[in-house]
């Protein structure tokens, strides 16, 4: 007996009902496959993003909380300031290579939010050696040039030379260089010498946050409690940036997981209500079958290998329309986080394709056990008696 052939030709009979199915199943493995897609593709970006900060630790005023950190990471401006007194202790404690102050400003041009950061670019190209520029790095307190990132200059037209009127008061400010691109948010930022960014948004003395990079990676906590006698200061590692980050992401990700749980309740819920329905309308064709031979498993097998063809086409259409639509997700995604991680937010790895049709296996075997208990225990007498319930 051609199990496959006839199991085939039993669901193309029920198209209608067939295909209601399947779509069930594939809404619950689009949405399964997108929520672990962007859970590996958002924390691979931060990781990547944080690593390629060439920072350990950032010291932020005190009572700012961690979400502060990844607002200064990210271009976001908080409220609260330090001081140079602040910078001049951090440079003091032992076990510090680099401690860079550093002053991130908002501006809205054209009513988009433009972010500017003030830095010493001595320090930046020892946190960031890879950094590249077309044209020139700025001289240390050189006012009124700047670089700029290479996506921000692509998408505002700008080129090395250019003049623009920049900031609040317009002043004229020459593009001297731009930034290669670096696939993080480098790429989308303005970059001016720190006393030229103090002074242009009348931040004389203030610093929004200090970048720090020690030269023994082991002694970071050790460094970081030093840090914190410092009276001002609140000290915020990149690895607790990442978990702050990954905890608000993972709030999100329990409401979108049990949206998942209750797509797959209704998909499972409808397979085994058509997988009822086609023994209940059967029961006269699975007594032919046995009394022409065929045994209980043989009508069991043909119950689940029904059912597993519906899962199977069912995750197989769930998951092209998932990575389809991957740049619809995405898009949606960095619109919902204001901050989130430049670089594909949207990781399509083999190994989560396979944890979805194995997902998909799972379910096709649990939906068809009573279903074909049920079948298999029909008497040929009893199905050729029965009228269709």
Known sequence: MNILGLATKNLLRRRVRTILTITGVAIAIAVLFSLLSF???????LSGELGSLGINMLAV???CPYEAASLIIHGGVIPKYLSVDDVAQVKNVDGIEVASPMLLHQFFKDDKPHIVYGVNIADQKILKPWWEVEGRYFAEGEENVMIVGRSLAEKENLKVGQVLNFGPSGVPTTIVGILERTGAQDDEFHFLSLSNAQ????????IT????????????PAISKKLEEIPDIQVVTMTQVQGTIMSLVGSAQTLLFSVIIIAL?????????TL?????????????????GASGWDVAGLIVLETLIITLIGCMVGLVFSIAGSKLVEGFVRGAIPYSPSGNLISIDPWLILVCVAFS?????????YP??????LTPMEAMRSDLE
Not at 372 to 377: E, L, M, N, T, Y
């Open 199 to 206: 002074k242009l948004f009348g931040k004389e003395g203030q």
């Open 265 to 273: 309740f209704i998909s499972a819920v409808g397979i085994i209500n």
């Open 209 to 220: 946050t200090i970048a720090i990079k020690v030269t023994d990676i082991s002694k970071v």
């Open 372 to 377: 074909a208990i049920k079948s298999a225990r």
């Open 276 to 292: 009822i329905m086609s023994v209940n309308e059967r029961i006269r064709e699975f007594g032919m079958m046995k009394a022409v």
């Open 361 to 369: 296996l799972v379910i096709g075997l649990l939906c068809s056990v």
């Open 61 to 63: 005023p005190k009572g």
């Open 39 to 45: 859970n590996a593709g958002y924390e691979r970006q």
